[in-house]
């Protein structure tokens, strides 16, 4: 499964589920194995991912939904978290825009 499945499907709130409770126990969670975990994510791939967490709430919407990515407001964020946007994260995040509108569209 891509992690773009496992976050478009809502399964991260599966994990955040998990420690919360473990929050609340002070058991700890071993998330191997486990069929609501992330899955593996390239090295290459985690800075856009970590960025992409960040600015997912950062849309322009329209009359016929969502627009697309505020850049305005992803530069400003990536800002604040001092993450350098270069030309391979910024074409990364555009491959996940264009994956969650159409996601959006489908569904």
Known sequence: MAVWDWYAEGRNSYCEACRVRQKQTAKPINCHGCKGSCPAICPGNRRVFELW?????QWRVGLGGM???????VFRIAAV?????????FEKLRQLELRALLHNKEG
Do not use: Q, S
């Not at 967490?53 to 709430?57: A, D, G, I, S, Y």
């Not at 627009?67 to 407001?73: E, F, R, V």
């Open 67 to 73: 627009i697309g990515l505020d850049y305005t407001a």
């Open 53 to 57: 967490r960040l600015v997912n709430t």
């Open 81 to 89: 978290y001092r993450m350098k946007i270069t030309p391979g994260l």
